[in-house]
């Protein structure tokens, strides 16, 4: 590009004058006549001695000429630089959506390179990790709105004894559809430079900012998931949270269950050597399965804090992940982080048929708005060839734990649950008494038990007669909370109405249980009547059916046009042309059925559009009665 301007400039100084002229030029100007020689701008020379006759002696004309002079002038310093960037600089391009791209960013954020920006994105402070930098001079003051700088412009900095140079570049949308593959947004870049020979500066600053990183994300479990609307071709797991880190110890389930999980990934971590050189490939797939609000999600994502590990989750009810998707996603993740895939028996078809869902997003066909919607949507994208090629197959990446959940473990294939793919299944459970217990036992510190009878006597409370009463309030709780009947998660939001108040939750749990029950059994009986009503519809369309055809019949159908070629034929007196040219071969039976009589008529179908149909009259008139 430079070298093809500075070609032109050779062309113009060619016509305006030739190298005689620059040849004029003496003593003071002998460089600038030298340069000019070379790039045959004998006119530049004439220009600078003075001697204006070679162009004319116009004075603007000079003018314009000092100009081209100032400007290739500008372009050969411009090349020049370049020239030492390529040869004493190193470039890398980090991509958006690359955890390597999350280390830069981390690390400028860290390193306050763009301390000096002055466009900013301003957003309220959420879950949602963004790159912001702070704006208050005060570190005292709580800021609630995220500042994230542009990061557009590129900017110079010193690290280690060496200058680096920033830039980035912002995602484009690419390709027609924004949903599927081969469209959506490419994401943003970041390209850094280096100048310096050594090469292992830049692999330095990589393994720092990786560090700093994972330092910096430590209080917290990073999750990258994907939405709908950024899913792009080289753009996976856009979407990126931030949650407090969970301590194991609030996770509650019955026996050793959790510590028996947590020692199993610790050996697994500890053994990638021995995977090696058994020829085992060193991953390892975990299912939790049970109802829904028993600890599944939870249990993962104390795991991933207590590991110090991220999470990789993709929901396989999401509409637009289907197997190549999935494949180039997962194949993504980097190795020591969690892939968990949510719903992963929606891989296997099945319909739902809780009345209870809200209604799916109206603006976006088939998307995805919550985690009800989710379930309502059961039908993947993914088949079922496509997911287990993904956990063993060419697909399958190695030095990974892998996470699936599911509320329906029966309608999983065996193929997915064989060891090498699932090693290890957990059962979660609804609640145990036990649990129940531990739940009340997490809500209620012993300090929050504040005895009233012993209060009001005025002395003091000491920590045995509040241990002694949480006791027996934890027992009353448990006693009133029956095994395997309330998931952990409604047992909680039951406590969470009672909050501090262990007295309360221990009396109103009772009445609470009484409620739900009768809540229970309230609903049971409307999706009862709901499939009623549904059955009802189903049988009258039949009748109704049944009954055209019957009028058909009647209506003198028989001895129409002959249907199959037969032309003089006459069709048999109980033969009719239905509307799909079908011949419907009526049994005596159906005809005194149309005369009021009940019977169980026969409709023969000779081709792939006829049917049979077997209708029990008496059954549907009656129904159609009801
Ligand atoms: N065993 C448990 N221990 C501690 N908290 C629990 C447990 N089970 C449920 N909870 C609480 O209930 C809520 C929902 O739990 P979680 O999302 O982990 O359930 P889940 O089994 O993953 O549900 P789903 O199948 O619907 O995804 C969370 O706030 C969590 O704190």
């Known amino acids: 590009m430079i070298r093809a301007r500075r070609m032109n400039a050779v062309g113009n100084g060619g016509f305006a004058g030739g190298p005689g002229a620059a040849a004029s030029a003496g003593g003071l100007f002998d460089f600038s006549s030298s340069i000019t020689r070379i790039f045959g701008l004998s006119m530049f020379a004439s220009l600078l001695t003075g001697n204006g006759e070679g162009v004319g002696g116009n004075s603007s004309l000079k003018l314009i000429m000092l100009g081209m002079l100032v400007e290739f002038g500008r372009r050969f310093v411009q090349w020049v630089i370049e020239r030492f960037r390529l040869q004493y600089s ?18 400028i954020t860290q390193e306050k390179v763009w301390r000096r920006s002055r466009d900013f994105r301003v957003a309220a402070k959420s879950s949602q990790r963004r790159w912001a930098i702070s704006t208050a001079n005060d570190s005292q003051v709580i800021e609630s709105a995220e500042y994230v700088p542009t990061y557009d412009l590129p900017q110079l900095f010193w690290w280690k004894r060496y200058w680096i140079e920033i830039k980035r570049t912002k995602g484009q949308t690419v390709g027609m559809s924004p949903f599927g593959p081969g469209g959506g947004p490419s994401g943003a870049s970041i390209f850094l430079t280096i100048y310096t020979l050594d090469m292992s500066i830049l692999s330095k600053l990589v393994e720092a900012a990786k560090k700093q990183y994972f330092e910096v994300s430590r209080p917290h479990v990073i999750v990258h998931s994907v939405t709908a609307h950024s899913y792009g071709p080289k753009f996976y797991w856009n979407n990126v949270k931030r949650k407090p880190r969970r301590p194991l110890s609030s996770i509650i389930l019955p026996g050793t269950t959790l510590d028996e999980l947590i020692a199993d990934i610790r050996d697994f971590l500890k053994m990638e050597d021995w995977y090696m050189s058994a020829g085992i490939p060193h991953r390892r797939g975990y299912l939790l399965f049970g109802p829904p609000g028993t600890g599944k999600s939870s249990t993962i994502h104390a795991i991933a804090g207590e590991l110090k590990m991220e999470i990789y989750s993709v929901s396989l009810a999401a509409h637009f992940v289907d197997d190549t998707f999935l494949e180039q996603a997962v194949s993504s993740v980097p190795k020591g982080s969690i892939l968990l895939i949510e719903d992963i028996d929606c891989a296997f078809s099945r319909e739902e048929d809780d009345d209870d869902f809200a209604p799916a997003n109206p603006f976006v066909p088939g998307m995805v708005m919550g985690r009800h919607n989710q379930r309502r949507q059961r039908r993947s994208a993914v088949t079922l060839s496509g997911l287990l090629n993904i956990l063993d197959g060419v697909g399958s990446e190695e030095g990974k734990i892998f996470f699936a959940t599911t509320n329906y473990v029966d309608s999983l294939d065996t193929a997915l649950m064989r060891p090498g793919r699932i090693d290890r299944k957990v059962e979660y459970t609804l609640a145990t008494q036990e649990q129940a217990a531990a739940l009340f036992n997490r809500f209620y510190p012993i300090n929050h038990v504040t005895p009233e009878s012993l209060l009001e006597s005025g002395k003091p409370v000491t920590d045995e007669q509040k241990a002694a009463t949480l006791a027996k309030l934890t027992e009353q709780f448990m006693a009133c909370v029956p095994d395997h009947e309330f998931s952990t998660a409604e047992l909680q939001g039951f406590l969470l109405s009672c909050k501090m ?91 005194a059925q149309a005369n009021g009589a009940k019977a169980k008529p026969a409709v023969n179908g000779t081709n792939s559009d006829s049917a049979t149909v077997n209708g029990d009259v008496s059954e549907n008139e009656s129904t159609k009665g009801a």
């Open 90 to 107: 190193i470039t890398a391009e980090f991509s958006e959506g690359d955890p390597a791209y999350d280390w830069i960013i981390n690390f």
């Open 501 to 591: 108040m262990p007295e309360k939750a221990a009396q109103g749990v009772a009445g609470w249980v009484a409620d739900e029950r009768r809540q229970r059994e309230e609903k049971k009986a409307r999706i009862e009547a709901k499939k009623r009503r549904q059955q009802e519809k189903a049988d009258k369309a039949e009748v109704d059916k049944f009954q055209s055809t019957l009028a058909k019949i009647n209506g003198g159908g028989f001895g129409a046009t002959p249907v199959n070629g037969g032309a003089g034929i006459p069709p048999p007196p109980n033969a009719a042309k239905p509307t799909n040219g079908a011949t419907l071969v009526v049994p005596p039976a159906a005809e």
